[in-house]
């Protein structure tokens, strides 16, 4: 994590957690506190290279990963194209452009 968990509304609160390969491997979550949907990004991201997310103005996030690249999430709702991260709610987070 670079800077803070909390969006800068602070809406949204993302989190990291290593997945499993022996803590080798982490996924991004983002917890909506407003509707307390929590969205998951299926990506698999591969501890063993440079990795960070952070947030950027506009409750954009940027997750950083020297094996993938770099993407910039932002929320919708209703989307248009299909959502990255996955929730239980009428929104998702797509790659912003």
Known sequence: MNGSPTSPS???LVSV???DRNGLVATVRV???KSGVDYRD???????ER???RWEAGDRLLVY?????????????PCNVESQFKGE?????????
Request: aromatic share 20%.
């Open 10 to 12: 602070g809406r949204y």
């Open 17 to 19: 957690t290593c997945a």
């Open 31 to 33: 917890h909506d506190s």
């Open 42 to 48: 299926p990506t698999e991201y591969q501890l063993r």
């Open 51 to 53: 990795y960070f997310v």
């Open 65 to 77: 990963s020297a094996d993938i690249g770099t993407f910039t999430y932002a929320y919708c709702e």
């Open 89 to 97: 709610g009428p929104g998702g987070w797509i790659l912003a452009k």
